[in-house]
């Protein structure tokens, strides 16, 4: 949603971004240009005043006011003003005001005889409109001073101006090229680099399953070929010694016989059960449905009492409300079995308390036993497939170690967890969180 949103704030970004552009080469270009027009101004005013103030030496001399004053109606038809200074800075000629003699200083006057030959006044206060230059001639009695209008001066920026528009188009929608393409630079790099994340995961991951798979098929094959052993074992003394061998010795053969292949036929069956949930869940066959949590607490239980009475532990099932969730009740009702199955084997507990709680937007199911407990770095790994506390007893209960790595993965499938909480001496709880929604 908030790419979507971005994405429509695009259009009004690039387009201020495009303005801002265009004003800003816009204004360089102008100022650019208006000090090229000033500075190619001021030589050329320089320039004619230098020949101004030698064209009228003579005349200063002379007194020529005549002669002046044809100068300087020549030099206002091209827009200049002819002025000419005397030494103490009084106005000796004005083409504007035809004023003739020594007259009283002005400001503007003081001003351009103390910036003094070669010094143009630009907007100053004294003059805002007019561009100045000044040239000493005479024996250095007179300073004469042509004045442009700022005005003329300028007018070639005005004249242009349609086409320093059009560069600054140009040059704006060059900016907004770049812009666009190191946009799409960034860009680039960031899917080339979560492309990049994605296939480093994904190898990571390849790598894990496969490790995991070996590890697996390793653990495996271990575990059934312990049961094997027995079993070939019991079937070659018979064979070979079967007459040979007692009654007692024969019925211990036989019951031999009897606990490996119950215990390869479990390890099979865990297999098998394993394999459904994983299938299941990446195909997603498992049939989720509403189920009360309540019935299928109590189904679970009634499948254990009976191994519960044999083992002479007291299976303790608290009442519990009635609880619906969306779940796959055959797959929990087989977790809590599982559960209950670990505490009765393992836990030399005189008794063992199954309940059900609701917590925020779940159910909680809890096994509790009071038996042996299990140590700090044994609950760490207790869910791993095949791993077990003591190997060799949980093979003489007939334990596969894959019954609670079964009860974490059917946690997992409904968007849950199972934990445990035990101390040493002091029994085991194990919950099996699931969300009901």
Known sequence: MKKHRLAGFIPCILAAIGLAAFAFVLRSETLSYRRAVEKWAERDLAARTQLASEAIREALATGDFARLRAFADARRADGMRLTVLTRAG?????????AVGNHASCPEVAAAREKGEGTSLRKSETSSSIMLYC?????DEF?????????????????????????ALVGASGILMVLLFMF????????????????????????????????????????IKTPLTG???????LETSGDALSEDERHELMNMLRRESTRLDALARDILSLARIERGDETGENSFAPADLADVLSSAADRVRPRAEKAGVRLVVHPADPLVAQCDSRLIEQALVNLADNALRHSASPDVEMSLSPCDGGAVFTVEDHGIGLAAADQARIFERFYRVDKSHSREQGGTGLGLAIVKHIATLHGGDAQV?????????FTLRIKCG
């Open 90 to 98: 009084g106005m000796f000629f004005d083409s504007d005001s035809r």
């Open 135 to 139: 040239a000493r001639c005479a024996g």
């Open 143 to 167: 300073i004469v001073r042509l004045a442009l209008p700022y005005e003329t001066v300028v007018a070639p920026l005005r004249a242009n101006r349609p086409v320093l528009i059009f560069a």
């Open 184 to 223: 799409r630079l960034v860009v680039r790099y960031r899917t080339l680099a979560r492309e990049r994340e994605a296939q480093e995961r994904a190898l990571a991951e390849t790598r894990r399953l496969a490790e995991f798979r070996r590890d697996f098929i390793a653990n495996v094959s271990h575990e």
């Open 231 to 237: 079993i070939l074992g019991a079937v070659d003394m």
């Open 421 to 429: 909480e035990s101390e040493p001496g002091k029994g085991c709880r």
